[in-house]
């Protein structure tokens, strides 16, 4: 994820009119190329699909939940008329800091670091998502998009808390 991030951070903040169309604007009404923003999410889509897989002997129903609601949203953002195409885009890898923080608490049992990481990312995520739907003509699917957002960083927390009180 760190050039696709270095790309979308430079696509961002090149002036303030590109600031403020990473949160305005849907993926159709760029004419810069959008390649980047859709190799990040269908290479997020294709990782969910990847745990799948990989988890399909041994299924936990929350996370098996988390996998379907992430491919949802990856699919609504690509193929559907989502504002904030572009900042989405760059939110995906802030957002899988928290995850990586998970995975090193689970390694390594850095309370501190995991608390600080998934605490952020769920912020930035929450924060970014309704940045990219409030002040814009919504859809009822981008506003479904935004509860499911709103349902995973609930839900990361409290697995948060949960892991940390354990």
Same mark, same amino acid.
């Given at each position: 994820?760190?050039? #696709? ?8 903040? #090149? ?9 305005? /604007? ?27 897989? *990989? ?6 129903? %929350? /996370? ?27 939110? *995906?890898?802030?957002?899988?800091? #928290?995850?990586?923080?998970?995975? !090193? ?7 501190? =670091? !995991? ?22 003509? !919504?859809?009822? =699917?981008? /506003? ?10 609930? #839900?990361?927390?409290?697995?948060? %808390? ?5």
């Amino acid at each position: 994820y760190v050039p #696709g991030t270095l790309v979308m951070i430079f696509k961002i903040v #090149g002036s303030v009119e590109s600031i403020q169309n990473s949160y305005k /604007l849907i993926g159709e009404d760029y004419t810069d190329g959008v390649w980047m923003e859709h190799f990040m999410f269908s290479s997020l889509f294709g990782f969910m699909i990847r745990d799948f897989v *990989l988890h399909v002997k041994r299924p936990d129903p %929350l /996370l098996t939940l988390h996998h379907i609601a992430v491919c949802l949203m990856m699919v609504g953002a690509s193929f559907f008329a989502i504002r904030g195409f572009r900042l989405l885009a760059l939110i *995906l890898p802030i957002v899988e800091l #928290g995850s990586c923080a998970y995975c !090193y608490w689970c390694i390594h049992r850095w309370l501190r =670091f !995991y608390a600080i990481f998934m605490t952020f990312s769920n912020i930035a995520w929450a924060v970014g998502c309704c940045l990219c739907t409030f002040p814009n003509d !919504y859809t009822y =699917f981008q /506003l479904f998009l935004l509860i499911v957002v709103f349902a995973m960083v609930a #839900g990361r927390q409290l697995v948060m %808390l949960q892991e940390i009180r354990t």
